[in-house]
């Protein structure tokens, strides 16, 4: 048995999750039944099964086996975008969830409630403190409970690009105050209610550009490595509570942010930076979300103080 896992476990990192189970299958044939129950008893092979079903895109909101099931999730910046996608994924997952941004999150709700899930939209300004406490209470008051909370909110699109010392001083505090100060804040108003249920999951969404830099984007790329640290010595405060912090970096995502930021030299920037990567392609949003549904969790319950690059390789170029 162990051998089949272990070799199962190395054509995951070759081959895809659809292959390792198809090749994990075949090594575990006959008797039919008693490959099934050892299947089912494997932790490894019941996250790949659970994985593939999340991964083919079925709406299938009342199955016992979803990952969050019973949990609430809240996801900040949930209006377009990553975060949209980040919310529909969770739901399909069982959890409830709470898309907050400064603009409208109805359509989010919309999308996800037309598919049998359950969400709610709470307008949310992370960089004020009353309303990100505001928010948590609105969400107990719906919900009861604070399971997973997604720092998703951040500026990005429509930043002036410049050379480090022409950066526009107010963008520079916006930046700032949205994408630090709005994570800590967000991050403390849910605390407390994780502690009552037992513990949670913070996700920090921070960037590739933080890892490598990013030209003509000084304060971006400062915000983005600040949440890194803020990640790391959350986790360090927050792991007796049984409340896991973590962040994914991802590369250039093409979401209508991206288009945005690039304006004009959007087609081209797609082409370069498909070109630097193990696997040529644009990430998708969709390459995002299974990132997400670990981290969200209990698969990933005792990984915290990590940051998940998401960069299709770029970070061995």
């Known amino acids: 048995m162990n051998?089949?896992?272990?070799?199962a476990k190395v054509r995951v990192a070759g081959f895809g999750v659809a292959s390792a189970i198809r090749s994990a299958g075949k090594l575990m044939q006959p008797p039919l039944s008693q490959s099934f129950a050892e299947a089912r008893s494997s932790d490894f092979l019941h996250v790949l099964l659970r994985h593939a079903r999340?991964?083919?895109?079925a709406n299938h909101y009342s199955d016992d086996s979803m990952q969050l099931a019973d949990k609430v999730a809240i996801v900040t910046g949930a209006a377009r975008g990553l975060g949209r996608a980040y919310c529909e994924?969770?739901?399909?997952?069982?959890?409830?969830i709470v898309a907050a941004d400064i603009m409208n999150c109805e359509e989010t709700v919309a999308a996800v409630t037309a598919a049998g899930g359950n969400a709610i939209a709470i307008h949310l300004d992370v960089a004020d403190a009353q309303s990100c406490e505001a928010m948590a209470i609105q969400t107990i008051e719906a919900f009861g409970r604070i399971d997973v909370l997604i720092n998703n909110a951040a500026l990005y699109a429509g930043l002036k690009g410049a050379r480090f010392e022409h950066l526009d001083e107010a963008q520079w505090d916006?930046?700032?105050q949205v994408n630090i100060k709005g994570t800590w804040l967000t991050t403390r108003a849910v605390v407390a209610h994780m502690r009552t249920s037992g513990g949670g999951s913070i996700i920090n969404i921070s960037?590739?550009?933080a890892v490598f830099g990013l030209p003509y984007g000084l304060d971006y790329v400062a915000s983005k490595s600040a949440v890194i640290g803020m990640t790391r010595g959350m986790a360090r405060e927050l792991g007796a509570d049984q409340i896991r912090v973590n962040a994914v970096a991802p590369s250039a995502?093409?979401?209508e942010?991206?288009?945005e930021f690039f304006g004009?030299?959007?087609?081209?920037a797609k082409a370069v930076i498909a070109d630097n990567q193990l696997i040529p392609r644009n990430l998708e949003t969709e390459d995002l979300t299974g990132t997400i549904m670990y981290l969200a969790s209990d698969a990933s319950r005792f990984v915290t103080g990590q940051t998940h690059m998401v960069d299709g390789g770029s970070w061995f170029l």
Do not use: H, I, P
């Open 54 to 57: 999340y991964t083919s895109g």
């Open 174 to 176: 916006r930046v700032m």
């Open 207 to 209: 960037s590739l550009a």
């Open 257 to 259: 942010g991206t288009q």
């Open 253 to 255: 995502v093409m979401t």
């Open 264 to 268: 004009e030299k959007f087609d081209k």
């Open 3 to 7: 051998a089949s896992l272990n070799s």
């Open 89 to 96: 994924a969770m739901a399909r997952e069982g959890a409830a």
